[in-house]
């Protein structure tokens, strides 16, 4: 009974998606309507390639390649920074996390892609945990920056250089999230 509820549920959600029912921006709207930062998920979501034609779990992958696209340049600002001030060991710190969070991006992005009805809930699991404690390395940065008595320019500096990274991961995970609730993918 489940499969056949799930079967119908991804038939409708294919017309809805592909058919004319809805919106695409509709699956985008829905993708990110239990973000943090509603207005910026949908935004960043609409403006990414692919994104109009997606269904909610290539959405996923787009959300978290978006994070994954903006983490690189923090992280070579992260490591300019540190060669202009080697004796601050917290931009070390923050180099550390944001090398970790890139590798944790690239990981969760590698794994959505490999999603199947079959390993979907231990997949998507991983990758909330994994986007979950991605999402607190830019806050940990900036706290070991601000216990470190560096210049407020500095951490002010390093938190507009990471605060749209911030948001895409937190947007990235709503929309994770949003996938799980929907407990299966459509393989149509």
């Given at each position: 009974?489940?499969?056949?509820?799930?079967?119908?549920?991804?038939a409708?959600?294919?017309?809805?998606?592909?058919?004319?029912?809805a919106?695409?921006?509709?699956?985008?709207?829905?993708?990110?309507?239990?973000?943090?930062?509603?207005?910026?998920?949908?935004?960043?979501?609409?403006?990414?390639?692919?994104?109009?034609?997606?269904d909610?779990?290539?959405?996923?992958?787009?959300a978290?390649?978006?994070?994954?696209?903006?983490?690189?340049?923090?992280?070579?600002?992260?490591?300019?920074?540190?060669?202009?001030?080697?004796?601050?060991?917290?931009l070390?710190?923050?180099?550390?996390?944001?090398?970790?969070?890139?590798?944790?991006?690239h990981?969760?992005?590698?794994?959505?892609k490999?999603?199947?009805?079959?390993?979907?809930?231990?997949?998507?699991?991983?990758?909330?945990?994994r986007?979950?404690?991605?999402?607190?390395?830019q806050?940990?940065?900036?706290?070991?920056?601000?216990?470190?008595?560096?210049?407020?320019?500095?951490?002010?500096?390093?938190?507009?250089?990471t605060?749209?990274?911030?948001?895409?991961?937190?947007?990235?995970?709503?929309?994770?999230?949003?996938?799980?609730q929907?407990?299966?993918?459509?393989?149509?």
């Amino acid at each position: 009974m489940a499969s056949s509820r799930s079967g119908l549920l991804c038939a409708i959600m294919f017309l809805a998606i592909h058919g004319g029912w809805a919106q695409t921006s509709d699956t985008i709207s829905s993708a990110c309507s239990n973000a943090l930062y509603t207005h910026f998920c949908v935004s960043s979501l609409s403006k990414a390639s692919g994104a109009l034609e997606a269904d909610l779990t290539q959405l996923s992958v787009i959300a978290v390649r978006l994070s994954s696209e903006v983490a690189k340049p923090v992280s070579r600002f992260i490591e300019k920074l540190k060669k202009r001030n080697p004796n601050v060991s917290a931009l070390e710190d923050c180099s550390d996390l944001l090398k970790d969070t890139r590798e944790q991006l690239h990981d969760s992005q590698s794994e959505l892609k490999q999603l199947s009805n079959v390993n979907f809930m231990e997949y998507v699991e991983d990758v909330l945990t994994r986007l979950s404690g991605v999402e607190t390395n830019q806050d940990t940065c900036l706290s070991g920056l601000k216990e470190s008595n560096v210049p407020a320019t500095l951490v002010s500096s390093v938190k507009d250089n990471t605060d749209n990274l911030t948001m895409l991961i937190s947007d990235a995970l709503a929309v994770v999230s949003t996938l799980r609730q929907q407990g299966h993918i459509c393989l149509l």
